[in-house]
């Protein structure tokens, strides 16, 4: 019986790493994309953070703590693949600019086919990676289906639309069932691996990160402030996982990215929940001074 449930756990996960591209394909036009291109200080910023900033302070908590190397790998992997899927989310409760959260999304997914490879061997160094792998593996499960919603958004929107909302409810599901599942198989090794160090590690990385955010969004408005600030809290879990999975086999990078995927949401939620009432506040105060 558990062996039918771990294969089903790791189809949930396909599924909802597949359904997340595609909806996010079907929801933008090319256009939108590009658009944060323009944007060249808020670009640099975003760069900047996600590849540079967030991957050294991991690297320097890993080796601060001394921290297995199963454990070392999985915080690596998430933090070396930016654009949370839960961003998006996130921002609409933070009441953000929904169409800069959902093209920072692409752009980070996109960029991290080509950055994961180049860095991961290098951070890990003694482990064996293959970029290859990882290349192959992100490639089927990040790039093929967000061009294949784009083109479809492309030439057929108002279907694009109508299969979107559909394929974010599968994606809903299949996210549900990998966070119910995971508890159940892994409970014991999920405390094992607490235990080991990766709440000491989490604890340590994420003020650091969510600081990072703040400060370097600072340069920038303050809708893209917070942006960024939420997506320094949490990697691309789905991406993660589908790089841990092309790797590694030890169960424990598995297991310490679902530990990572539920302790970072613990402050990230009520962030998001005191950005929408700081700026639905900042609203009311502009519409009285405009009376």
Do not use: H
């Amino acid at each position: 019986m558990t062996d039918y449930l771990v294969l089903l756990n790791r189809w949930a996960l396909l599924a909802f790493v597949l359904c997340t591209m595609t909806g996010v394909g079907l929801l933008l036009q090319p256009a939108q994309i590009f658009q944060v291109l323009r944007e060249r200080r808020q670009l640099g910023l975003t760069l900047l953070a996600n590849f540079v900033v967030l991957p050294s302070l991991s690297w320097w908590v890993c080796r601060r703590l001394d921290l297995d190397v199963s454990i070392q790998a999985a915080i690596l992997l998430a933090t070396t693949a930016p654009g949370c899927p839960t961003l998006l989310r996130l921002n609409a409760a933070a009441r953000g600019d929904q169409a800069l959260a959902v093209s920072q999304y692409v752009l980070l997914s996109v960029l991290t086919v080509a950055f994961q490879p180049l860095l991961l061997p290098w951070l890990l160094q003694g482990v064996q990676v293959s970029s290859i792998d990882i290349v192959r593996s992100l490639g089927l499960t990040v790039l093929v289906p967000l061009v294949m919603g784009l083109s479809v958004r492309a030439r057929w929107p108002t279907f694009a639309e109508r299969a979107r909302l559909v394929i974010e409810k599968v994606g809903s599901l299949s996210a549900l069932l990998v966070l119910i599942l995971f508890p159940v198989l892994y409970f014991e090794a999920m405390l094992s691996v607490l235990r080991q160090g990766a709440l000491a590690a989490l604890l340590l990385y994420m003020p650091l990160a969510l600081g990072a955010g703040w400060l370097l969004g600072s340069a920038s408005t303050p809708s893209y402030r917070r942006v960024l600030t939420m997506c320094c809290g949490q990697g691309n879990m789905g991406i993660a996982f589908v790089s841990a999975a092309a790797n590694f086999k030890d169960p424990t990078v598995g297991i310490t990215l679902i530990v990572m995927l539920f302790l970072t949401l613990l402050p990230l939620v009520p962030m998001a929940l005191f950005f929408g009432r700081s700026a639905a506040t900042a609203d009311r105060m502009n519409e009285a001074v405009q009376r």
